[in-house]
């Protein structure tokens, strides 16, 4: 019948059974072709799409570089850079980072909004007295939160005058791979290195205090922010609530008397300190301890000898439980 199963002597391999269409996914000429991402794109490390357009120079500027300050945030500090790019690689004008803070009096909490501030601050008062404007743009002293501006002509510069010799040093904020959402420690570095001086393009949009339904932008919650307010808040709920995790989690600012009501007098202090002196410090000289010596490798024939006496205490063990 039409539903009987063919005998095995009827099933040769070439007719027996048909392989169902695949559809090859990558064909060989895909794969000639096929171009790989650039490293640091592979590593997930680079926004070239970014950086492209915070590199790239109008032709009629002659070769002028953008410059760029790059903030980073690693596990334990904040890293201010101002970079320009060149073609063999980027060039380092001036960097500033939170670790260099306990010169100007904070010891603790190096990484938060506030301690980026200062880190933006310190970065942006080095490098103009590094090119000789700390004169001229004295940036902002007092702190309001408030996004400082001055139309000259056409453009808008974010300072507080335009001198009529020599404008103001503009960089553009490189963010890297961080996300920049409202309230960001990125924009706390932002605002820090403006207030110090730089024209940085930017607004209030993502500070902290901006509400984007209504579109409003309270200066007061961003400037608490920049004193460390909302940590004081944090400390004085955990004490109440739970001493123990209070004693734990605040044990470096309880180790150098630093309290909740202190801390909008310590920023300032910070703040005033950093604008005297932004200068680096100088580099400690290291001398390597010489005492330690590796030792000398071994030659072949050493290493044989050494084979060789281990054989010769194992065999003398078998011959001493064969005779027993």
């Given at each position: 019948?039409?539903?009987?199963?063919?005998?095995?002597?009827?099933?040769?391999?070439?007719?027996?059974?048909?392989?169902?269409?695949?559809?090859?996914?990558?064909?060989?000429?895909?794969?000639?072709?096929?171009?790989?991402?650039?490293?640091?794109?592979?590593?997930?490390?680079?926004?070239?799409?970014?950086?492209?357009?915070?590199?790239?120079?109008?032709?009629?500027?002659?070769?002028?570089?953008?410059?760029?300050?790059?903030?980073?945030?690693?596990?334990?500090?904040?890293?201010?850079?101002?970079?320009?790019?060149?073609?063999?690689?980027?060039?380092?004008?001036?960097?500033?980072?939170?670790?260099?803070?306990?010169?100007?009096?904070?010891?603790?909490?190096?990484?938060?909004?506030?301690?980026?501030?200062?880190?933006?601050?310190?970065?942006?008062?080095?490098?103009?007295?590094?090119?000789?404007?700390?004169?001229?743009?004295?940036?902002?002293?007092?702190?309001?939160?408030?996004?400082?501006?001055?139309?000259?002509?056409?453009?808008?510069?974010?300072?507080?005058?335009?001198?009529?010799?020599?404008?103001?040093?503009?960089?553009?904020?490189?963010?890297?791979?961080?996300?920049?959402?409202?309230?960001?420690?990125?924009?706390?570095?932002?605002?820090?290195?403006?207030?110090?001086?730089?024209?940085?393009?930017?607004?209030?949009?993502?500070?902290?205090?901006?509400?984007?339904?209504?579109?409003?932008?309270?200066?007061?919650?961003?400037?608490?922010?920049?004193?460390?307010?909302?940590?004081?808040?944090?400390?004085?709920?955990?004490?109440?609530?739970?001493?123990?995790?209070?004693?734990?989690?605040?044990?470096?600012?309880?180790?150098?008397?630093?309290?909740?009501?202190?801390?909008?007098?310590l920023y300032e202090g910070v703040h005033e300190k950093i604008r005297e002196d932004p200068s680096a410090s100088e580099k400690k000289s290291f001398s390597p301890d010489k005492s330690f010596k590796r030792k000398a490798?071994?030659?072949?024939?050493?290493?044989?000898?050494?084979?060789?006496?281990?054989?010769?205490?194992?065999?003398?063990?078998?011959?001493?439980?064969?005779?027993?």
């Amino acid at each position: 019948g039409k539903d009987r199963l063919p005998s095995s002597s009827s099933c040769h391999p070439t007719n027996s059974f048909k392989m169902p269409f695949v559809k090859v996914a990558h064909t060989k000429a895909y794969s000639k072709r096929f171009q790989v991402k650039f490293r640091r794109r592979r590593e997930g490390k680079t926004d070239y799409r970014q950086r492209k357009r915070l590199c790239c120079q109008a032709k009629n500027k002659y070769q002028s570089p953008k410059y760029r300050i790059v903030v980073r945030f690693t596990n334990r500090q904040v890293i201010c850079q101002v970079a320009y790019s060149l073609i063999d690689g980027d060039r380092i004008l001036t960097s500033a980072a939170s670790t260099e803070l306990p010169r100007y009096g904070l010891n603790v909490g190096l990484k938060n909004y506030a301690a980026a501030y200062c880190t933006g601050l310190l970065c942006a008062r080095r490098l103009l007295q590094k090119v000789g404007l700390d004169d001229v743009y004295e940036g902002n002293d007092e702190i309001d939160g408030n996004v400082v501006s001055t139309q000259v002509g056409k453009t808008t510069y974010y300072v507080d005058e335009v001198d009529e010799d020599k404008r103001p040093f503009r960089a553009l904020l490189d963010v890297g791979c961080k996300t920049t959402s409202t309230g960001c420690r990125i924009f706390g570095a932002l605002k820090g290195a403006a207030d110090g001086g730089l024209d940085i393009p930017h607004s209030e949009k993502r500070f902290p205090g901006y509400d984007r339904d209504s579109k409003d932008y309270d200066a007061d919650m961003h400037r608490e922010r920049i004193f460390g307010g909302h940590v004081g808040e944090y400390m004085e709920y955990l004490e109440e609530e739970d001493n123990t995790k209070y004693q734990e989690q605040f044990a470096a600012y309880l180790k150098n008397e630093i309290e909740a009501d202190g801390l909008e007098e310590l920023y300032e202090g910070v703040h005033e300190k950093i604008r005297e002196d932004p200068s680096a410090s100088e580099k400690k000289s290291f001398s390597p301890d010489k005492s330690f010596k590796r030792k000398a490798k071994k030659t072949l024939q050493q290493r044989k000898d050494d084979v060789q006496a281990k054989k010769d205490i194992k065999n003398a063990e078998l011959e001493a439980e064969d005779s027993e």
